[in-house]
């Protein structure tokens, strides 16, 4: 019979093995796009998250459905934190790196140019809204799946999917974006080749 005083527990084995076995690298990668230019406090916000995943999983009962969705909540938050202090710190207009910009950084030539990135950033800005852009980041860009995606946002899997189709089909009604569809689809079709691979993310 279960101790009704006992502390709550996750009873799906230890969160934190389950994070370090499928959502490390991509936890490291979704901080260091958000804390590009120093490495040393990407790593303290890093080990940060994964204390504050710790204590909450240990305080209330979970299941591994949800933790991509608290891990990566808290990581967006301890990032927000870091900028905030970062802009007390050091005086200065400092901003945490928006989705249009994590989309435009992570786009290749031919949009290597200052002034083709800044119309890049505003096409993305023109073609798409805030949901599409978010899902566009946590599945191209995070490479999270699209399960992950969708727990992240708080989203069925199937509507997830529908804001991503959605967005390609703006993405390639917009010629400055035509190069971008075209790295979607390729994207998709090389993981859907891929050895036990389940879904196309696309």
């Known amino acids: 019979m ?4 006992a502390p709550h527990t996750c009873d799906c084995g230890d969160p ?3 994070v370090f076995d499928q959502l490390q690298d991509k936890l490291r990668g979704f901080i260091c796009r958000r804390i590009p230019d120093d490495a040393p406090d990407a790593e303290a916000v890093y080990w940060e998250t994964l204390e504050a995943f710790e204590a909450y ?3 209330e009962r979970c299941s591994p459905d949800i933790y991509p969705k608290l891990l990566f909540g808290i990581a967006a938050n301890k990032v927000s ?3 905030r202090a970062e802009k007390r710190k050091r005086h200065s207009v400092l901003v945490e790196p928006s989705d249009l910009k994590l989309l435009a950084d ?3 030539s031919p949009y290597e140019a200052v002034d083709q990135r800044v119309d890049l950033t505003r096409a993305f800005a023109e073609a798409l809204d805030d949901d599409m852009r978010r899902a566009l980041v946590l599945v191209h860009v995070d490479q999270l799946s699209q399960d992950e995606a969708a727990a992240v946002v708080g989203l069925h899997r ?3 999917r529908r804001l991503l189709i959605k967005a390609r089909g703006l993405i390639r009604s917009s010629g400055l974006l035509d190069a971008y569809a075209g790295r979607l ?5 090389r993981r859907a080749a891929e050895p036990g691979a389940t879904e196309v993310r696309s």
């Open 185 to 189: 689809a390729t994207t998709s079709a």
């Open 106 to 108: 992570d786009w290749p």
């Open 158 to 160: 199937s509507s997830l």
């Open 81 to 83: 934190d870091y900028w």
């Open 57 to 59: 999983t240990k305080r």
């Open 16 to 18: 934190l093995d389950f």
């Open 2 to 5: 279960t101790d009704p005083t």
